[in-house]
């Protein structure tokens, strides 16, 4: 071993004359880098999982490209547009949907809301991975009428239960004995969860047939068509393809676009809060100036001793630079523990809850990222290094002689 890294060794284990100030100093400074660091990596992997969960669903539960008409007129020859869309290459899957707006009303109560028509064999979305009561079905169910999925909050609020009959109404204009509105009967088959709010709450999915009728649609009409891509990063480059290829009056939209709101809000989470905790990390380490002084001032005589025997100042500043490495690779391990230990208690106990109705979750996400880890450890002890060279210089320039003199 060398003789810097023994000397450094030893005085950061410390020995019974080492005075309990200097040693709870040093303890601080330790925990100040654990805490900062642990501090630092929980929140970025907060963050990592709140973006992941979120593009999850909305992705899930958006499609990833819709092409409207301009005035959400219906399309007139919607099977030219569909072949026109499955020609393109990475296009997996495109499906014309009726949109509309309708009053639903079950045995309890009425509301308004979003309805959209789909194929029966199942929609592009991945809308069946968040049914929490009932079943993905839309085609007829044992009572002989057709079947409907609606949101959790829709549900809740017309006291609609699963195998309850709904009625649909859809009503072009004001109501007038001349002007009727269109009634159809479905079963309540599924309620779906999101979390998201402005999902759960007014919208509702049918059969695409059901809905030309409500909305006295041609077999050749939609309202729009919604597209599923392959690949997730191709999803604005297909977009592209089919805005530039596509004329008026259609109008191509990505699902990038369409919640830009929600995604620019998770964007600014990842962007600030990192910065803010990061913070933590720098104060901390910038406290080992003052520890490693502390330690400096304290074995003052002790580099005096060093130096007499013929230790060099650059042996006596690494002596010291190390201890303050040592300081910080303490700190950042017992950091590194407390981020994985919250890792494993907030996906097995959800020790952090959320509201759902705010965050579209129920409890804080976690994605720890193996280069989260890497780039904090790197940068902590860089913060350190710098921290810790200012003592270790001064330490160097000590002039043994008025060191031994004044101890005589």
């Keep these: 071993m060398k003789f810097t890294w023994y000397i450094a060794g030893r005085y950061f284990k410390g020995n019974k004359r080492e005075s309990r100030f200097l040693s709870f100093i040093k303890i601080m400074a330790i925990a100040g880098v654990a805490v900062g660091s642990a501090g630092l990596l929980i929140a970025l992997s907060i963050v990592h999982g709140f973006k992941s969960t979120i593009n999850e669903k909305i992705v899930g539960f958006a499609p990833h490209i819709t092409v409207n008409t301009f005035m959400n007129d219906p399309m007139n020859r919607a099977d030219t547009l569909q072949v026109f869309l499955d020609d393109i290459p990475g296009v997996e899957q495109a499906q014309p949907v009726v949109l509309g707006q309708v009053m639903i009303q079950s045995s309890r109560d009425v509301s308004g809301s979003g309805i959209k028509g789909v194929p029966v064999d199942g929609d592009v979305t991945q809308l069946r991975e968040y049914i929490s009561e009932g079943n993905y079905q839309l085609d007829q169910t044992e009572s002989g009428l057709p079947g409907i999925i609606l949101g959790s909050d829709l549900a809740r609020n017309i006291g609609a239960e699963i195998g309850g009959r709904v009625t649909v109404y859809a009503l072009d204009g004001m109501p007038s004995p001349l002007n009727t509105p269109e009634i159809k009967q479905f079963t309540l088959t599924g309620i779906y969860q999101t979390g998201i709010a402005r999902f759960d709450d007014n919208f509702a999915l049918i059969n695409i047939d059901s809905a030309r009728q409500i909305f006295e649609f041609n077999t050749q009409q939609a309202s729009s068509f919604d597209i599923n891509v392959g690949d997730m990063d191709q999803i604005l480059p297909i977009y592209r393809v089919i805005r530039d290829e596509t004329r008026f009056p259609y109008v191509t939209e990505s699902v990038y676009q369409r919640y830009r709101n929600i995604f620019a809000w998770v964007d600014l989470q990842e962007q600030t809060i990192p910065l803010v905790i990061g913070v933590m990390v720098i104060v901390a380490a910038f406290n080992l100036i003052g520890t490693v002084l502390m330690m400096v001032l304290e074995r003052v005589r002790d580099i005096g001793i060093l130096k007499t025997i013929g230790a060099k100042s650059k042996a ?93």
Excluded at 320 to 344: K, N, Q, R
């Design 316 to 408: 006596i500043r690494k002596i010291f630079l190390l201890e303050g490495l040592f300081v910080a690779s303490s700190g950042l391990i017992i950091g590194i523990g407390i981020s994985l230990l919250f890792y494993w208690l907030q996906v097995n106990y959800q020790i952090i809850p959320l509201s759902e109705e705010n965050y579209y979750m129920s409890t804080a996400p976690v994605e720890p990222h193996l280069i989260d880890f890497v780039i904090v450890s790197g940068i902590t002890f860089l913060l350190c290094a710098l921290a810790s060279w200012l003592p270790a210089r001064i330490a160097a320039k000590t002039d043994p002689v008025k060191v031994l003199s004044i101890g005589k």
